[in-house]
């Protein structure tokens, strides 16, 4: 067999495993509409926040919620100590506006 | 037509087999280069799908939650703030709101315990998240107790437990009635750990936000939008993180590639020469090599994409999980609803080919440009 | 069927390390016939070719081809002359390393497109004619010398060229192998291609197959023997 055709056949065949991820994103996001909706509604009932991702500090189970200087609040130059905390940037807009109120 | 296919035909015959002649350095650089796509598309798989269930979660969050601080941190809102809040103008509906944390030291993890606005938990009873139920053990009508701030323990009949499909938001709840609540934590009586408002005219949120800080200055309002903000930022960081990650591997692959395709060896030049003498054109060279450019990049993307889809949804991102799980005991389990974004797809598409197209395509170019006689005098 | 009319070739012109290679030839060259230019190294024999062979243009004069000024057409056009027109065999032969004899010996047709079978036929005939069928997965860097220049004659007429131009072609082989050489060439005479060779082997230059041995020193034709 001519190098060309191996090389076309093995492109096709990842080209249609491209496309089967394709569709199967899309399969499951039908069939899984309905999970979808009961979390919406269980959030939406208990008024949920924050996802669930860091259980381990306060500022990284609610970053939302979690006071502006939390990370640092034992000492201003406390070095972060939960490893997911480095995940988490605070945002912008709070930092902004804690010119103009005590925070 | 049918000679022009036959034509390209031919040129991906011979640049597979030039590329066939160094067998272990080409495969090398493809599995580098796929390695590369695949925790690229991996990390932008996983950090898309997180943030849509982010979104999910908070399309139901209240508009605005308002905190009282004292001294720089939360504090409880004191009697008397919801109904100075009830007098405003704009505000449809308040709730104060009553959650908290806790420490279990039998398997030193921390909780969520929340009291459910709907009063739907019964005194005595508890609703736990999938992920602590999983942890201690616990199942419907079964018994657990906790050490209650008054120091004596406390037993309580779990009702039910929360639908596993919720756990990536619900993996530590307790959801407790409020007497047992104020009791456990012995919580002063009228006392919240913050207020939920519904406000009636959507547009006017930020007002509303405005003159609650005027009305209660030592309140801090945080708006549902702000809310989805962090958790959009905090997963672009996570992003950046693994982009920082990444680096290192990425310059390691620029500079294989590099090496490999600028790095123009005199048996190539001199090759280039004898394509030419025989009677190839500059743009037959430069097309043969813009095929080897495109099926090697075109296959490290389509091998990295699909591996990274079945690594993230169909595998559940092991490769991920210990930067999630950080120090955590409870962590959640969780299947991610697929997202895939034609754009972020392109994106990744763009800038993982083209780079590798151009490395390639440069130096042949200056090569294929010189005059055929060379080869006359080698 | 090729002219040159006072043909001059400079390189590095107007530098310091100017060398004028060729300094005014005027050539007719016939078809259908053996025409050998023979003089001493320096002398100007490869560039002479690479004018004829489209491989490079004059500095000044003209190339005519069946009457068609070749001398200043753009390069695209000078490939497209060169891949129908001519075949060559260097003096290092230049084949491709890590291609197999076959693959080779197919290389000059792929731009042309022409369908993968047929040229491949085209390929086995004419390495069975060469008597190397046997060697025609070898890769190129596997076979001797006289084989990788047989392999060389057998790229060099895939196209089917009218003229078959070939510089020192026999610099790298010994007696015998020269002996096969001449012999091959022979029967591209019968056949009526026109070949074009250099060398200063008298094994070549005197021997009964070259119709024409043209003489050059310096950049300049010596004299011409009919
Ligand atoms: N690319 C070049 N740049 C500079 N000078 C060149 C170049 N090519 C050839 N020359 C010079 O032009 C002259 C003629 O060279 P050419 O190769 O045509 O000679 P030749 O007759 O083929 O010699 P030989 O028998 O050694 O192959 C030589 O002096 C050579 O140094
Ligand atoms: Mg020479």
Known sequence: MRTSTSAAAILLTL??????????ARLTVERRAGEVVAMRTLAAQLGLTDLALFTEARYTRHPSQADLHSAFQDHPLALEHFPSGSLIVPHHEILDRETTAPD | MKSWIEKQRHLIDFTLSSLLRRRGRNLGLLVVYSLLVFVLASAMLYSHALRREAAVILEGAPEVV????????????????????????????????LWGYYYDSVVKANYTFMVPADGSVAKGALVVGPALARQRGLEANTGVSFRAYSGELRSFIIADVLPQASEIASADLILINEDDFRAFFNYPAGHYTDVALTVANAKEVRNVANKLSKLLPDSRPILREEMQRTYASLFDWREGIMLALLSAAILAFAILAWEKASGLSADEKREIGILKAIGWETGDVIRMKLWEGGLISLTAFLLGFVAAYVHVFKFGAPLFAPVLKGWAVLYPRFDLVPVIDGLQVATLFFFTVFPYMAAVLVPIWRAAVTDPDAVMRS | MIELRDVKKAFNQGQHNEVWALSGISLGIEAKRVTALRGPSGSGKTTLLTLIGCLARPTSGRVTLHGRDISGLPERFLTEIRRKTFGFVFQQFNLVKGLSAIENVMLPAYPTGRPHRELAQRAEALLERLRLAHRRDARAEWLSGGEQQRVAIARALINDPEVLVADEPTANLDTALAKEFMAILESFGAEGRTVILTSHDPLVTESAVVGRLVDMRDGLLVEHHE
């Open chain 1, 15 to 24: 080209a249609l495993a491209f496309v089967a991820c394709l569709g199967d």
């Open chain 2, 66 to 97: 308002l905190q009282r601080l004292v001294a720089g941190r939360h504090d409880l809102i004191p009697p008397g703030y919801i109904d100075k809040i009830g007098q405003m103008r704009g505000v449809q509906d308040i709730r104060g709101r």
